[in-house]
């Protein structure tokens, strides 16, 4: 049996989005792996990887490479329902990050080649992390971890 999503009691849950719509939005998937292990390791929580229609693959190595759970397959109001279970999404600049803010749902926006001054997220509660050179691939595990850490108290 799937062990639950939980918001209230138990590891808290940290939902991670590696999809985008470009291929210069994307974090590697082998950091979003790391950060899931770091996770658990260091914070005590459990990551739940998310993926869209073009990205079981992705988010199936991801979590088989990181020991996280694979979330289902969503439509919006899924999507919704298991983000409004999390604690932190840390997710590119794409619908989800922009969906969980918008829901109250603490964010951490990675950000490359946009600027978060410009795409959010937007309201109180959530962190940036940018690549130094505009590009994803600059942006390491410790500061993403750093400010899931922050939001999570």
């Known amino acids: 049996m799937p062990r639950q999503v939980q918001r209230n009691g138990g590891a808290p849950v940290i939902a991670l989005n590696p999809g985008a719509g470009r291929a210069a939005k994307r974090w590697p998937p082998a950091r979003f792996a790391e950060l899931a292990r ?31 759970l ?6 919006l109001p899924a999507l919704l329902a298991l ?15 922009h969906l969980a803010a918008a829901l109250g749902v603490a964010c951490v926006g990675l950000y490359g080649p946009t600027d978060p001054s410009r795409t959010g997220p937007y309201g109180p509660g ?27 108290g």
């Open 38 to 68: 770091r996770l658990r390791a260091d914070l005590g929580a459990t990551a739940l990887v998310l993926w869209g229609p073009a990205e079981l693959g992705e988010a199936q190595a991801i979590a088989r490479d990181s020991g996280a």
């Open 83 to 97: 983000l409004r279970r999390t604690r932190v999404l840390v997710a590119a600049d794409t619908g989800p990050l």
């Open 126 to 152: 959530h962190r940036v992390v940018r690549g130094r050179d505009g590009a994803m691939a600059s942006v390491s595990v410790e500061p993403v971890l750093a400010a899931v850490a922050a939001l999570l």
């Open 70 to 75: 694979l979330a289902p397959p969503t439509d």
